[in-house]
């Protein structure tokens, strides 16, 4: 008898939970599932606890290079460029996101972004994580949103790279024709995924002013005017980057209580109206002893150079769909630690190309053919021509 007693409280039990269970499936209601350009893989529960987004970013190039001289041979490379994926998302709150990206081209997977953002309102941001400093325009602008299929060689030099830290980012709208941006961030300064900042910090700062009203869909921050402005817009923008004790960034511990300070000046601004869009930036940066010579004579240098460079582009959509381009990079490093790594030490880059837009920047190909000059310091100076066709989709 006891063991019937307890038998039937087992079973009786066990409906019960099963009952509950089924009770809780059926109030429970499938999420909303949505697939789009812009959003991409949307998952969203109906409460509005959490969502999710995933995305994709695939751009494949080919590239042919042609030397003037007789004595070198014509490069081509064929190769994915940049293979990206992106989680976007909440939890509870959708004024309190998160945003991861992987990077998974060239044979590893890197985390580049590992962030969560903060949107008390739709003109204030805090990020805190894995981030990119609050530097140049085109540092900043995602490389879907890349006017040519590329960032410029003169952006490529100087580039920061993502870091650990938190920035805060603000817009004051004065009125329909006048608004400014600011945004800060404070850093370890030693590169992306790094454990520990054995030396000190990184601080960025950027101002931008607006004179004439806000861009359509953040459009000071995606190259081509694909909106077509119906009024002039313009951003104006300055940035200053300090990273103190930076001898990770150097490359070596040998740097280690030395001066090894980096410090980085940023003036760039865009300017589009009715299809057509300009875009120019300065960059100057100085590194503190980026040439040291140890004490058994071997002579180390700087993973980072000091130099300036300065680069304009701009287009002119001509139909719905197809925008002839152009840019202009002046590069100038510095000397000597250009040629301690075999580098030059001046490069002018003059390139002509074609966009056809499928779907926005979502959709694209690009064309391009450049000339450039380099010239070095012992070697004299070597000149070529560089054809390359990209690939873009991002969703």
């Given at each position: 008898m006891k063991f019937k007693s307890g038998f039937s409280s087992t079973l009786i039990f066990a409906c019960l939970l099963l009952f509950s269970f089924t009770v809780t499936a059926q109030e429970m209601q499938a999420p909303v599932i949505s697939l789009s350009p812009e959003r991409g893989f949307w998952i969203e529960s109906q409460d509005g606890f959490m969502g999710l987004k995933l995305g994709f970013r695939l751009q494949q190039q080919l590239i042919i290079e042609t030397p003037y001289s007789e004595d070198e041979s014509i490069q081509t490379n064929f190769f994915i460029?940049?293979?990206?994926?992106?989680?976007?998302?909440?939890?509870?709150?959708?004024?309190?996101?998160?945003?991861?990206?992987?990077?998974?081209?060239?044979?590893?997977?890197?985390?580049?972004?590992?962030?969560?953002?903060?949107?008390?309102?739709?003109?204030?941001?805090?990020?805190f994580g894995q981030l990119f400093p609050t530097t140049g325009r085109q540092f900043q602008t995602s490389s879907k949103n890349l006017q040519l299929a590329d960032r410029s060689d003169v952006t490529r030099f100087f580039f920061t790279d993502w870091d650990l830290g938190i920035s805060a980012r603000k817009s004051f709208l004065v009125n329909d024709h006048l608004a400014f941006k600011v945004g800060i961030s404070i850093t370890h300064g030693e590169g992306k995924n790094m454990a520990t900042a054995p030396g000190g910090w990184a601080y960025a700062s950027r101002f931008e002013v607006l004179p004439f009203g806000l861009f359509n869909a953040n459009g000071d921050y995606s190259e081509s005017d694909l909106y077509h402005e119906p009024t002039p817009k313009l951003s104006i923008g300055a940035a200053y980057y300090f990273n103190q004790d930076a001898y990770t960034k150097y490359g070596n511990t040998e740097?280690?209580?030395?001066?090894?300070?980096?410090?980085?000046?940023?003036?760039?601004?865009?300017?589009?109206?009715?299809?057509?869009?300009?875009?120019?930036?300065?960059?100057?940066?100085?590194?503190?002893?980026?040439?040291?010579?140890?004490?058994?004579?071997?002579?180390?240098?700087?993973?980072?150079?000091?130099?300036?460079?300065?680069?304009?582009?701009?287009?002119?959509?001509?139909?719905?769909?197809?925008?002839?381009?152009?840019?202009?990079?002046?590069?100038?490093?510095?000397?000597?630690?250009?040629?301690?790594?075999?580098?030059?030490?001046?490069?002018?880059?003059?390139?002509?190309?074609?966009?056809?837009?499928?779907?926005?920047?979502?959709?694209?190909?690009?064309?391009?053919?450049?000339y450039i000059q380099q010239k070095f310091m012992d070697q004299g100076s070597k000149s070529y021509l560089e054809s390359l066709a990209q690939f873009t989709i991002s969703f």
């Open positions: 460029r940049r293979g990206r994926l992106l989680f976007k998302g909440y939890v509870f709150d959708k004024k309190l996101n998160y945003f991861i990206q992987l990077g998974v081209d060239r044979g590893q997977i890197t985390l580049l972004n590992a962030e969560y953002r903060w949107k008390p309102n739709s003109t204030t941001q805090v990020s740097w280690k209580g030395l001066n090894d300070n980096i410090n980085e000046y940023y003036l760039d601004a865009i300017f589009k109206y009715n299809g057509f869009s300009f875009l120019g930036e300065f960059i100057h940066r100085t590194v503190e002893n980026e040439l040291l010579v140890t004490p058994f004579n071997t002579l180390l240098f700087s993973e980072k150079v000091s130099g300036k460079g300065l680069y304009i582009q701009g287009g002119k959509f001509i139909s719905e769909n197809l925008e002839p381009v152009f840019r202009i990079s002046f590069l100038n490093p510095d000397d000597r630690a250009q040629t301690s790594r075999n580098k030059f030490i001046e490069q002018q880059k003059f390139v002509l190309g074609l966009n056809y837009f499928m779907l926005l920047h979502n959709l694209k190909f690009q064309y391009q053919l450049g």
